[in-house]
């Protein structure tokens, strides 16, 4: 565990480009170059077709609620401020077995529904006791 959890490690390999895309405001997910279908959690070989070859590629950004938890409870300090948030699990558009973990935002909690569309909204996860910032793919509910 790095000295800023719960903040994501940014530098990771495997997931650097996604946060680097979500601190220029897009969501980038890795796409096989074999099979055309997108990989989610990023890592080869393509769990599709076998293949070695991804490339990250810019996504919409529009899903839907595939699944969510209230968190009510404190279980590390750094979230004591922030509660009740709201944890999620959104299926991408272009690919709905692309599952993202993520936080949802701007949804009073009596408006969640499984399958309500989403938007990723780019937001700083900041948390007490913490130095710097990350900015992340949150999502909200999509407008219309
Ligand atoms: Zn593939």
Redesign the pocket.
């Known amino acids: 565990m790095h000295a800023d959890f719960p903040l994501p490690d940014v530098q990771w390999e495997p997931t650097r480009q996604f946060w680097a895309a979500a601190a220029r405001g897009t969501l980038m997910i890795p796409r096989?170059?074999?099979?055309?279908?997108y990989?989610w959690y990023p890592e080869t070989?393509?769990?599709?077709?076998?293949?070695e070859r991804?490339t990250w590629t810019e996504v919409s950004g529009r899903g839907r609620l595939f699944s969510w938890s209230v968190v009510r409870h404190a279980w590390i300090p750094q979230f004591a401020d922030r509660l009740p948030l709201v944890t999620g699990l959104v299926a991408l558009e272009e690919e709905p077995a692309v599952r993202l973990v993520t936080y949802i935002v701007d949804c009073p909690l009596d408006r969640l529904r499984c399958d309500m569309p989403v938007r990723a909204v780019f937001r700083p996860l900041r948390y007490t006791g913490v130095a710097g910032e990350v900015v992340a793919p949150l999502f909200a509910p999509a407008e219309g």
């Open positions: 096989c170059d074999a099979c055309g279908r990989v070989p393509c769990r599709h077709c076998g293949a991804l």
